[in-house]
């Protein structure tokens, strides 16, 4: 059975007073390109925008789904992740973050990340 982008959701992301992201935006690159399903190529260099809900988190639905880090079959990869204000403000990152393989349909909850941790 072939391999399956994961389905992000959750965060929570907080400006500096502690004040939800509302309407911000989270940005994602891979850090190198990959190879899944031994034929679909996946370029790094490509920014993805992922909207932030009136929570700071990426909602369930609509589904964003990025590639897992280890299904890209190249060691090390990593997303280079960073957080913005509605307003277009860094407010957090860029951070080296990953995304686990899960089994099967899966969902990934990013309000587990530690910043930086590319374990």
Do not use: H, K
Not at 20 to 46: A, H, K, Q
Not at 87 to 111: E, K, M, R
């Amino acid at each position: 059975m072939p391999s399956a982008p994961i389905q992000i959701f959750g965060g929570q992301f907080q400006d500096s007073e502690g004040n939800p992201l509302i309407d911000g935006y989270l940005l994602f690159e891979l850090s190198e390109d990959g190879i899944v399903n031994t034929s679909t190529r996946v370029c790094s260099g490509y920014t993805i925008r992922v909207p932030l809900n009136s929570l700071g988190s990426v909602p369930v639905s609509p589904v964003y789904a990025l590639w897992d880090n280890t299904t890209l079959g190249t060691p090390n990869s990593f997303y280079l992740v960073s957080a913005y204000a509605a307003s277009g403000q860094l407010v957090w990152g860029p951070n080296a973050q990953t995304i686990p393989f899960i089994l099967g349909p899966a969902s990934f909850d990013i309000g587990t990340w530690i910043p930086g941790d590319i374990t």
